[in-house]
């Protein structure tokens, strides 16, 4: 199975519909409560359940999920109320029509679950008007819509980020030690979409970090990222240069990036990271080590772009 451990746990939602063509002398039996098996909605209800719970077992890549809430409704294909979602293909035909709605949170979506809803509650209105009509026939079963993860990314920025990766390390600036954590950091800002502009190595010196944040903030770089002197060393400086010239603290950012750590190893509760703004530039402080910078960013990307339009004056 595919790993999704550096997913973010987030409210992750799906809709999905189908169709159960049938005769409208059929729809008549349903509409009066003459079904030979009983109660059509009921039953169908209950086995779209049983489906949606079912979905890692019968699909071999589904990841188990919890399903923390989940809707189902039925009625009759009308091409007023339904020609929207079928389009006028389905517009002279009757039916029934399915539609769910799911809710989870977690690390991956729920559009399987509700489509499998939907697939079996309708493998259970065929199996129960089968002795009545004989034309019945399952189509136009899709997802409607999923929210939620990766597939809202898009609406925490309308255009590429600028941003600037500035790696503090005594070692690395003497040569001593090749950058790792930068590099990690530069490709997984350009894998969500931003442009970084810089990429600059300095030692851990309180007077050359400054510095070199300054500088990216009179050009209105909106993010920046240090990697390194995070730590609780004699030498971890970063965290408190970059203290010192903060203007507004953004605590919820550190937080969220020592959580998501403190899942993965109990060390990352030494990192002493802080973010905050300058003007309308946020700076995040990311630990010097390849897996704690990955990590990090992992807890706070894309969402972190969205602070900009809160910077500059924008809404939540």
Same mark, same amino acid.
């Given at each position: 199975?595919?790993?999704?451990?550096?997913?973010?746990?987030?409210?992750?939602?799906?809709?999905?519909?189908?169709? $159960?063509?049938?005769?409208?002398?059929?729809?008549?039996?349903?509409?009066?409560?003459?079904?030979? /098996?009983?109660?059509?909605?009921?039953?169908?209800? @209950?086995?779209?359940?049983?489906?949606?719970?079912?979905?890692?077992?019968?699909?071999?890549?589904?990841?188990?999920?919890?399903?923390?809430?989940?809707?189902?409704?039925?009625?009759?294909?009308?091409?007023?109320?339904?020609?929207?979602?079928?389009?006028?293909?389905?517009?002279?035909?009757?039916?029934?029509?399915?539609?769910?709605?799911?809710?989870?949170?977690?690390?991956?979506?729920?559009?399987?679950?509700?489509?499998?809803?939907?697939?079996?509650?309708?493998?259970?209105?065929?199996?129960?008007?089968?002795?009545?009509?004989?034309?019945?026939?399952?189509?136009?079963?899709?997802?409607?819509? !999923?929210?939620?993860? !990766?597939?809202?990314?898009?609406?925490?920025?309308?255009?590429?980020?600028?941003?600037?990766?500035? $790696?503090?390390?005594?070692?690395? @600036?003497?040569?001593?030690?090749?950058?790792?954590?930068? /590099?990690?950091?530069?490709?997984?800002?350009?894998?969500?979409? @931003?442009? +970084?502009?810089?990429?600059?190595? $300095?030692?851990?010196? !309180?007077?050359? +970090?400054?510095?070199?944040?300054?500088?990216?903030?009179?050009?209105?770089?909106?993010?920046?990222?240090?990697?390194?002197?995070?730590?609780?060393?004699?030498?971890?400086?970063? +965290?408190?240069? +970059?203290?010192?010239?903060?203007?507004?603290?953004?605590?919820?950012?550190?937080?969220?990036?020592?959580?998501? =750590?403190?899942?993965?190893?109990?060390?990352?509760?030494?990192?002493?990271? $802080?973010?905050?703004?300058?003007?309308?530039?946020?700076?995040?402080?990311?630990?010097?080590?390849?897996? =704690?910078?990955?990590?990090?960013?992992? @807890?706070?990307?894309?969402?972190?772009?969205?602070?900009? /339009?809160?910077?500059?004056?924008?809404?939540?």
């Amino acid at each position: 199975m595919r790993d999704i451990t550096h997913k973010q746990i987030t409210l992750r939602t799906a809709r999905a519909a189908g169709i $159960v063509f049938c005769s409208p002398e059929t729809i008549d039996l349903i509409r009066e409560g003459r079904l030979p /098996k009983g109660n059509l909605f009921d039953v169908a209800r @209950a086995a779209g359940f049983l489906g949606a719970k079912h979905t890692p077992q019968l699909l071999p890549h589904c990841h188990p999920v919890t399903i923390d809430g989940m809707e189902m409704e039925f009625g009759f294909l009308e091409k007023g109320s339904h020609g929207a979602l079928f389009g006028e293909a389905v517009s002279e035909r009757s039916g029934i029509v399915i539609q769910g709605e799911a809710r989870s949170i977690g690390r991956t979506g729920i559009e399987m679950e509700v489509l499998t809803r939907v697939s079996v509650a309708a493998l259970e209105i065929y199996d129960m008007l089968k002795s009545v009509d004989k034309m019945l026939e399952i189509g136009h079963i899709r997802l409607l819509e !999923k929210k939620g993860g !990766k597939s809202d990314r898009e609406r925490y920025f309308a255009i590429a980020p600028s941003c600037a990766v500035l $790696v503090c390390s005594d070692s690395t @600036a003497a040569g001593q030690r090749e950058d790792k954590s930068g /590099k990690i950091i530069k490709e997984m800002l350009e894998t969500a979409g @931003a442009e +970084v502009k810089y990429y600059t190595v $300095v030692a851990d010196d !309180k007077e050359k +970090v400054q510095q070199e944040i300054k500088e990216w903030v009179r050009e209105d770089i909106q993010f920046i990222f240090t990697t390194g002197g995070t730590g609780l060393g004699p030498r971890d400086n970063t +965290v408190a240069a +970059v203290k010192e010239i903060l203007e507004r603290d953004a605590d919820g950012i550190a937080e969220a990036m020592r959580v998501y =750590g403190q899942m993965r190893t109990p060390l990352a509760m030494m990192s002493r990271g $802080v973010a905050g703004s300058i003007g309308q530039t946020l700076i995040v402080t990311l630990p010097g080590s390849s897996g =704690g910078a990955r990590e990090s960013l992992e @807890a706070i990307l894309p969402a972190v772009f969205h602070a900009r /339009k809160m910077l500059e004056g924008g809404g939540h």
